[in-house]
């Protein structure tokens, strides 16, 4: 499952420099507004311990681990909705994203100008809001004046839509973002069908100095009070320190974590965010040949699972063999698992849980 995810901010908040640190593709990275003309596009592994034990036991040829690609999206200003700066091509790019990283700048700089003059992390996130929120206007509007002819001759379903288009619209007046609006789970089909901006799920990193990335400082701490209505996640990384890392070797990348009193890097925290940001799980094929990490929403069935490995296994779904990742690691071996009886045959109605190992069996 192709998983992508946006970087997005203002000019020189850190946006190019993360990326480069996430991805083995160099973004340019310079201090003036638009050095990030195209959206870079990197393609970056998700940390997951597990795939090493499996290696260690299963001593396959290959070992495959999931990944997200990360896109440097170009840096956005205020009226980008009108097509200011590099406004439409901006947020063209994010529509085509399932989920938005929200880089902001939490720290002081006088090297690195900011393209407002000061460093203030709640009027930049605002200023992002709204010019999301005015383009989600624009296709909220748009489908509006499509369907009002419907709904006013009495269509049931283009009056319905109508309604949800409506409470929509009220939300965004509101300067509140699509992703909060209050409507009925199978109604939301609305927000996906308009690709609204504003309707995908947003993580928020603060780019901090290096005093600060373990408790942050007055700037994060103005930040978290003006989202917390949003229960959003929020990381505090440095992108100074991460880029440091990147050329260092593990030994010293994990020596230099503990000196700054961290356990892992930010790029890691980062990826795993964004994982678990889209609700995403993974279960594990094994074998002699390969090891691989497959990516599927949490909740489901063993057929839709299986069609990540290919469409005819879905297709002809027999059954699953599954055994859990725990029990793998404890016993050994599939043999092992199978004897002891923690080897499961699955049908059509089993629910994949995070960390199965999986064998379909299917007849095309």
């Given at each position: 499952?192709?998983?992508?995810?946006?970087?997005?901010?203002?000019?020189?908040?850190?946006?190019?420099?993360?990326?480069?640190?996430?991805?083995?593709?160099?973004?340019?990275?310079?201090?003036?507004?638009?050095?990030?003309?195209?959206?870079?596009?990197?393609?970056?592994?998700?940390?997951?311990?597990?795939?090493f034990?499996?290696?260690?036991?299963?001593?396959?040829?290959?070992?495959?681990?999931?990944?997200?690609?990360?896109?440097?999206?170009?840096?956005?200003?205020?009226?980008?909705?009108?097509?200011?700066?590099?406004?439409?091509?901006?947020?063209?790019n994010?529509?085509?994203?399932n989920?938005?990283?929200?880089v902001?700048?939490?720290?002081?700089?006088?090297?690195?100008?900011?393209?407002?003059?000061?460093?203030?992390?709640?009027?930049?996130?605002?200023?992002?809001?709204?010019?999301?929120?005015?383009?989600?206007?624009?296709?909220?509007?748009?489908?509006?004046?499509?369907?009002?002819?419907?709904?006013?001759?009495g269509?049931?379903?283009?009056?319905?839509?109508?309604?949800?288009?409506?409470?929509?619209?009220k939300?965004?007046?509101?300067?509140?973002?699509?992703?909060?609006?209050?409507?009925?789970?199978?109604?939301?089909?609305?927000?996906?069908?308009?690709?609204?901006?504003?309707?995908?799920?947003?993580?928020?990193?603060?780019?901090?100095?290096?005093?600060?990335?373990?408790?942050?400082?007055?700037?994060?701490?103005?930040?978290?009070?003006?989202?917390?209505?949003?229960?959003?996640?929020?990381?505090?990384?440095s992108?100074?320190?991460?880029?440091?890392?990147?050329?260092?070797?593990?030994?010293?990348?994990?020596?230099?974590?503990?000196?700054?009193?961290?356990?892992?890097?930010?790029?890691?925290?980062?990826?795993?965010?964004a994982?678990?940001?889209?609700?995403?799980?993974?279960?594990?094929?094994?074998?002699?040949?390969?090891?691989?990490?497959?990516?599927?929403?949490?909740?489901?069935?063993?057929?839709?699972?299986?069609?990540?490995?290919?469409?005819?296994?879905?297709k002809?779904?027999?059954?699953?063999?599954v055994?859990?990742?725990?029990?793998?690691?404890?016993?050994?071996?599939?043999?092992?698992?199978?004897?002891?009886?923690?080897?499961?045959?699955?049908?059509?109605?089993?629910?994949?849980?995070?960390?199965?190992?999986?064998?379909?069996?299917?007849?095309?």
């Open positions: 499952m192709a998983l992508q995810c946006g970087i997005v901010g203002l000019p020189n908040v850190g946006k190019s420099t993360l990326f480069n640190c996430l991805s083995n593709a160099k973004a340019q990275s310079a201090n003036f507004p638009f050095c990030t003309i195209e959206p870079n596009i990197g393609t970056i592994t998700v940390p997951d311990d597990r795939l034990e499996l290696e260690r036991i299963v001593k396959p040829q290959k070992v495959v681990p999931a990944t997200i690609e990360i896109v440097d999206i170009a840096g956005l200003v205020k009226g980008a909705s009108k097509g200011e700066g590099l406004g439409n091509q901006f947020l063209g994010i529509r085509s994203t989920a938005i990283i929200h902001v700048r939490c720290f002081d700089d006088p090297n690195v100008i900011h393209v407002d003059g000061t460093v203030d992390p709640v009027r930049d996130k605002e200023i992002i809001d709204t010019e999301l929120q005015l383009k989600d206007m624009e296709s909220v509007e748009a489908r509006i004046r499509k369907i009002s002819k419907q709904a006013q001759v269509d049931k379903d283009a009056r319905k839509m109508m309604d949800n288009l409506e409470a929509v619209k939300h965004l007046e509101q300067g509140k973002s699509a992703r909060s609006v209050q409507l009925e789970e199978e109604d939301k089909k609305i927000l996906d069908e308009l690709q609204l901006l504003t309707a995908k799920p947003v993580m928020y990193v603060c780019n901090v100095d290096e005093k600060s990335v373990v408790t942050g400082n007055e700037y994060t701490k103005k930040f978290m009070a003006s989202v917390a209505h949003e229960n959003a996640e929020i990381l505090f990384i992108a100074a320190i991460e880029s440091d890392m990147a050329d260092m070797s593990v030994e010293d990348q994990l020596m230099f974590l503990e000196e700054m009193g961290l356990k892992e890097s930010g790029v890691a925290r980062l990826i795993r965010a994982y678990h940001l889209l609700n995403f799980i993974t279960y594990f094929t094994a074998g002699v040949k390969e090891v691989r990490a497959w990516t599927i929403h949490r909740g489901t069935k063993a057929p839709r699972a299986a069609a990540e490995i290919h469409t005819d296994f879905e002809g779904f027999i059954r699953a063999e055994m859990h990742y725990e029990d793998f690691v404890k016993y050994g071996s599939e043999a092992a698992c199978r004897d002891i009886g923690k080897l499961n045959v699955e049908g059509k109605e089993y629910v994949v849980q995070d960390g199965d190992l999986m064998h379909f069996r299917f007849n095309v």
